[in-house]
């Protein structure tokens, strides 16, 4: 996210009487009445504005400063998933059956050879036991981390969205301020110099050197 860098169009501004030597041209609402042009080059005047290299090092710390925080939420979420990977592994190992009883030996005799017959142990007609504490208590904190992590997602994407929002803002503000001292800059220096009406330079095909108000405009903006 960097700043964007906006531009009039074309800036007009009404100023006093015609100077010699000056572009002239009829004023429609008056034809007895003549006037001058000039023009600027706005983007070079946005450019080099002092305010506006302020204003671009002020946007990049506020957009590092909101990615710090994205970041550590990130880290955050992180963590939990972490946490909540490992106790499900945990549970899963729980879950695992008990290992089935060991077959019993039985000797069979007979006149002239001993066997021995493997033969099952009798299954065990108890119910079967109950859940162990550990497991109930793994399931419980499974869900609860499961349901904290949904809400921190969701709080993370809302607070990312406001971020973004809040830097989209604070862009379009101070290019509005920034604009409108440039604007001003470019209507006093047009009442100083005798100009009837400024045009941006990019909407000019040509334009004599002597029109250019662009360094008078950045000589005002700076103090001069």
Same mark, same amino acid.
């Given at each position: 996210?960097?700043?964007? +860098?906006?531009?009039?169009? $074309?800036?007009?501004?009404?100023? /006093?009487?015609?100077?010699? /030597?000056?572009?002239?041209?009829?004023?429609?609402?008056?034809? $007895?009445?003549? /006037?001058?042009?000039?023009?600027?080059?706005?983007?070079?005047?946005?450019?080099?504005?002092?305010?506006?290299?302020?204003?671009? &090092?002020?946007?990049?710390?506020?957009? %590092?400063?909101?990615? &710090?925080?994205?970041?550590?939420?990130?880290? /955050? +979420? +992180?963590?939990?998933?972490?946490?909540?990977?490992? %106790?499900?592994?945990?549970?899963?190992? $729980?879950?695992?059956?008990?290992?089935a009883p060991a077959a019993q030996a039985v000797g069979v005799s007979s006149p002239t050879l001993a066997v021995a017959v493997a033969t099952p142990a009798p299954a065990a007609l108890t119910p079967p036991p109950a859940v162990p504490a550990a497991t109930?208590?793994?399931?419980? &904190?499974?869900?609860?981390?499961?349901? &904290? +992590?949904a809400r921190q997602e969701d709080s993370a994407r809302e607070e990312q969205a406001a971020a973004e929002k809040n830097l989209l803002d604070l862009e379009s503000r101070r290019s509005e301020i920034l604009l409108g001292k440039i604007y001003r800059a470019v209507q006093e220096v047009a009442q100083r110099e005798g100009i009837s009406v400024v045009v941006d330079k990019s909407g000019i095909i040509y334009g004599h050197s002597a029109m250019d108000l662009t360094d008078k405009v950045l000589k005002y903006l700076r103090g001069g």
């Open positions: 996210m960097r700043t964007k +860098l906006l531009t009039a169009a $074309a800036l007009l501004v009404l100023a /006093g009487p015609a100077r010699l /030597g000056a572009i002239e041209l009829s004023l429609e609402e008056n034809k $007895a009445l003549r /006037g001058n042009i000039g023009f600027v080059d706005t983007q070079r005047v946005f450019r080099a504005f002092p305010d506006t290299v302020k204003a671009k &090092e002020n946007f990049e710390e506020a957009v %590092r400063q909101a990615e &710090e925080q994205v970041n550590s939420r990130k880290a /955050g +979420l +992180l963590r939990l998933r972490s946490e909540l990977d490992a %106790r499900k592994v945990a549970r899963a190992a $729980a879950a695992q059956p008990a290992p109930v208590a793994l399931d419980e &904190e499974i869900a609860r981390k499961t349901a &904290e +992590l």
